[in-house]
């Protein structure tokens, strides 16, 4: 029997304040990422960041951005939902599962020992690329099953789908530039969410636009 939890029901609110403590928990856990420098590395700011203290700390603030934004579109699509099943709670649980990795995966990027190396940015990458793919198919899921407060038309639906695979592939791209240029041109590619994102997100909500604008001249 498919048990739907209302989102004015205890069970909803419950599952909102559960995600985000693990959203939470996987920000706080980022620290462990940053070792504690040598005391002769605090003897001048250029030893200090010779001790590779600061690409942990780039490392600790870009995956610090990932998962807050990660938490941000998650807080916005369960904001959408009018209930959740056990589908939906389980994939959602996927999704922060991905995010409960991302400490682990930045730890490799960010070790000293490890630095420039291509291996290590080919898990944080592919890490990223999961989360976003199961976030989206969290969505999908809410739509099929008829839980979402505010559906769209299929065309935004598609936009939206070409928005979230460009940002899947600049991750999934920066694997092969990370061995064949190296790690630092790898994370360097993912900058290209800052233009590629910001187009094909302005694209995508300009067809949910034009979707949704003859249907509120009927009503």
Request: charged fraction near 15%.
């Amino acid at each position: 029997m498919r048990r739907v939890f209302d989102r004015e029901g205890v069970e909803f609110g419950r599952g909102l304040s559960f995600f985000d403590a693990i959203f939470g928990f996987a920000i706080t856990v980022l620290v462990v990422s940053i070792d504690p420098p040598e005391a002769k590395a605090w003897t001048s700011l250029t030893a200090l960041l010779e001790s590779g203290l600061g690409n942990q700390l780039t490392c600790f603030a870009i995956s610090f951005v990932v998962i807050a934004v990660f938490w941000r579109s998650n807080t916005q699509l369960l904001g959408r939902f009018r209930a959740m099943d056990q589908a939906l709670i389980t994939s959602n649980l996927v999704t922060v599962a991905f995010v409960v990795l991302l400490p682990f995966s930045t730890q490799g990027i960010s070790d000293p020992a490890l630095y420039g190396m291509p291996l290590p940015t080919a898990p944080y990458a592919v890490n990223v690329a999961l989360a976003i793919l199961s976030q989206s198919i969290t969505a999908e899921i809410a739509r099929a099953r008829g839980l979402l407060i505010d559906d769209i038309p299929p065309s935004a639906w598609w936009a939206a789908r070409i928005d979230l695979l460009a940002k899947i592939g600049i991750f999934l791209l920066s694997v092969p530039i990370a061995f064949v240029f190296g790690s630092h041109w790898a994370q360097l590619s993912w900058l290209l969410l800052i233009v590629v994102g910001r187009v094909t997100g302005r694209w995508s909500e300009r067809v949910a636009q034009r979707a949704v604008a003859p249907d509120a001249e009927r009503t």
